[in-house]
T-cell receptor, first 114, second 118 residues
Framework: DAKTTQPNSMESNEEEPVHLPCNHSTISGTDYIHWYRQLPSQGPEYVIHGLTSNVNNRMASLAIAEDRKSSTLILHRATLRDAAVYYC???????????????FGQGTILTVHP | GAGVSQSPRYKVAKRGQDVALRCDPI?????LFWYQQALGQGPEFLTY????????KSGLPSDRFFAERPEGSVSTLKIQRTQQEDSAVYLC????????????????FGPGTRLTVL
């Protein structure tokens, strides 16, 4: 399983962009990179995923390094509702018979200041 | 629409008691996962079902943990003879399809059941 490393915490001001880094140096060539976030007292919520190319959706952007050993989740304009624990996870082997077991690290606690 | 629901939301058990935690996945979802989340930690995989088949139970910490999904919808995680180290939030997630080589399957998580063993 891919192991991930993230900073324990980050802070941002509302309306400013936030860049959340993740190192996943042991990721295999066919593992997707997923980001989930967890608000207090809730289950994790899917944010975005990618394999090799940068990805955009309505919630965020995902920038993947060329060697795939790191990625960055980008929230373009942080809001108070974005305050959560953000998990970078690995584990869906697109080329094999793996079934999507997600391997979570400790995540990054994002604090957004008004 | 209805998401993944779990019950009870909170459970307090005395050490040695058996507990059963229920998960109602999104209707029609083929894949179902259980995760355990200790305080301050990320979720850890316990087991996976594809319909009624338990394809992987490698994350279950001991033989006191048992999961089932007999009709391919509702799932129950049972913990026998609970111990203090079982105290955690137990999360259930479901996804629409069985996993295959081509398409990605987003996992939808329930709110979890917080188990406290005294």
């Amino acid at each position: 399983d891919a192991k991930t490393t993230q900073p324990n915490s980050m802070e941002s001001n509302e309306e400013e962009p936030v860049h959340l880094p993740c190192n996943h140096s042991t990721i295999s060539g066919t593992d997707y990179i997923h980001w989930y976030r967890q608000l207090p007292s809730q289950g994790p919520e899917y944010v975005i995923h990618g394999l090799t190319s940068n990805v955009n959706n309505r919630m965020a952007s995902l920038a993947i390094a060329e060697d795939r050993k790191s990625s960055t989740l980008i929230l373009h304009r942080a809001t108070l509702r974005d305050a959560a624990v953000y998990y970078c996870t690995g584990g869906f082997n697109a080329g094999g018979t793996s079934y999507g077991k997600l391997t979570f690290g400790q995540g990054t606690i994002l604090t957004v200041h008004p | 629409g209805a998401g993944v629901s779990q019950s009870p939301r909170y459970k307090v058990a005395k050490r040695g008691q058996d507990v059963a935690l229920r998960c109602d996945p999104i209707s029609g979802h083929v894949s179902l996962f259980w995760y355990q989340q200790a305080l301050g930690q990320g979720p850890e995989f316990l087991t996976y079902f594809q319909n009624e088949a338990q394809l992987d139970k490698s994350g279950l910490p001991s033989d006191r943990f048992f999961a089932e999904r007999p009709e391919g919808s509702v799932s129950t995680l049972k913990i026998q003879r609970t111990q203090q180290e079982d105290s955690a939030v137990y999360l259930c997630a479901s996804s629409l399809k069985r996993l295959d080589r081509v398409s990605y399957n987003e996992q939808f998580f329930g709110p979890g059941t917080r188990l406290t063993v005294l």
